[in-house]
Nanobody
Framework: QVQLVPSGGGLVQPGGSLRLSCAAS????????MGWYRQAPGKERESVAA???????NYADSVKGRFTISRDNAKNTVYLQMNSLKPEDTAVYYC??????????????WGQGTPVTVSS
């Protein structure tokens, strides 16, 4: 069983910063791409950022230059540093990981959502 446990969400004023973390635990062979998604009220879930185990990154246009994704492979943890936050960044944020199980199967796992509210 693999679990992704997020932390770091909360309430912040516009222009502020938050850092999300998501740690993977359980029994598996390895972890490939890790990422963050978000879902705002009344909207579909969208990809925010992703990072390979080699450190290559990809961002949604709406967060480029403001958000930074990183990972610590030794800790099996992915981070999302969010700066210059805007009210439109308000959403529930989900971490995601492509996990290679010991059986050889590649399975996508999701963490529980962590809410981020940007409001004055």
């Amino acid at each position: 069983q693999v679990q992704l446990v997020p932390s770091g969400g909360g309430l912040v004023q516009p222009g502020g910063s938050l850092r999300l973390s998501c740690a993977a635990s359980g029994s598996y062979f390895g972890i490939g791409i890790m990422g963050w998604y978000r879902q705002a009220p009344g909207k579909e879930r969208e990809s925010v950022a992703a990072i390979t185990n080699g450190g290559s990154t990809n961002y949604a246009d709406s967060v480029k230059g403001r958000f930074t994704i990183s990972r610590d492979n030794a800790k099996n943890t992915v981070y999302l540093q969010m700066n210059s936050l805007k009210p439109e960044d308000t959403a529930v944020y989900y971490c995601n990981a492509n996990v290679v199980l010991r059986s050889g199967y590649n399975v996508q796992y999701w963490g529980q959502g962590t809410p981020v509210t940007v409001s004055s």
